[in-house]
């Protein structure tokens, strides 16, 4: 008996061995692929952070964008004092499209689990942005133990009230559309949603120029963002985000805030008309330890249009146990 009981032990030594050995090598600086489930994710290690710190991990929006822009933009400033990991999500930048074709909230976040067992760490922080934001919310919810701290800049946590943000911008800026659309679906006994007027009112020969301007106030920072991604050579297929909204993401409400338990930082644009101040404020409000911290002026991509303040918020946040 004394000799199984020895047997077991040197097993489990073993395997601990291996996993810690794993680990320490998926936390090495530099790009990494790993086959998790049914898809081969592709992320990054970079940065300084302190000793025994969670390395921060950054969850891009879209969906079905990539980490690209915000590395090569934001990256350099954090990346002086945190750890920070960049992963570019199923389907996305330079991750393999999944072979089953899953592209659901759950494969997302059981990725993200999956990405945190690679490492090797028992405890991540968490960045999302946009849509990552909502994968932030969904990963904290489920494994609240495995999350120390929590920055979601303009998260998409509420998308019935960030399409009616969109139809506010409209009726504010192209009211003439919106009052044609609303005729034309009366005329034909329809009642659309506020998701359809926020996509289609417009028409598309306005569609793109709307699309950024709810996003950006100062179009020349949108302009520098699409050098960015032009540079990178990498594009939204649309398979991610058609997987969902064909799937009912248009009716997505994050629907457990008292699960997320630890610090949470939430960063809003007061001109994020593709988001909203108000559904940031509300969220807020309904996670038991969150701050909320508007930028007035700024849009959807805070880390452009505030890059000092952004770093400085952040690394302050994240450097409070």
């Known amino acids: 008996m004394h000799t199984i009981f020895r047997s077991a032990a040197l ?19 530099g790009e990494h692929q790993v086959v998790v489930g049914d898809v081969r994710l592709w992320y990054k290690v970079a940065g300084h952070g302190a000793k025994g710190a969670p390395p921060l991990l950054f969850l891009h929006g879209g969906p079905g964008y990539n980490s690209y822009s915000f590395e090569a933009q934001a990256g350099p400033a954090l990346e002086k004092t945190l750890r920070v990991i960049y992963l570019d999500q199923r389907g996305s930048g330079r ?16 990725d ?30 489920k494994y609240p133990g495995h999350v120390a701290q929590m920055v979601l800049v303009s ?21 003439d559309r919106l009052d044609k659309a609303r005729a034309e679906a009366k005329a034909r006994n329809e009642t659309p949603d506020a998701c359809f007027y926020a996509f289609n009112t417009v028409g598309p020969d306005l569609h793109q120029r709307v699309n950024d301007e709810v996003m950006f106030p100062d179009m020349l920072v949108g302009k520098r963002q699409d050098a960015i991604d032009a540079k990178s050579g990498l594009r939204n297929t649309g398979e991610l985000g058609n997987a969902l909204f064909g799937g009912g993401f248009t009716q997505y ?9 630890m610090p ?7 001109a994020d008309y593709a988001i909203g101040l108000p559904a940031q404020r509300a969220l807020g409000q309904a996670l038991p330890h969150a701050r909320v911290v508007e930028y007035a002026g700024a849009g959807h991509f805070l880390y452009l249009d505030a890059p000092d303040r952004f770093t400085r918020d ?6 409070t146990p």
């Open 11 to 29: 097993a489990a030594a073993v395997l601990c061995t291996s996993v810690h050995a794993a680990g320490t090598a998926a936390m090495q600086p």
């Open 95 to 110: 991750s393999e499209r999944p072979w089953r074709g899953d592209y659901s909230i759950a494969a997302l976040v059981d």
């Open 112 to 141: 993200i689990e999956a990405l945190r067992k690679t490492l090797g760490v028992d405890k991540l922080a968490l960045m999302g942005h946009s849509f990552g934001g909502t994968l932030a919310l969904e990963y904290a919810a």
């Open 155 to 175: 998260a998409a946590s509420d998308i019935p009230a960030a399409c009616a943000a969109r139809v506010d911008y409209i009726a504010r800026h192209y009211g």
């Open 253 to 261: 409400r994050f629907a457990h805030p008292e699960r997320v338990t």
């Open 264 to 270: 949470v930082l939430v960063l809003a644009g007061a």
């Open 314 to 319: 952040v690394t302050d946040f994240l450097a």
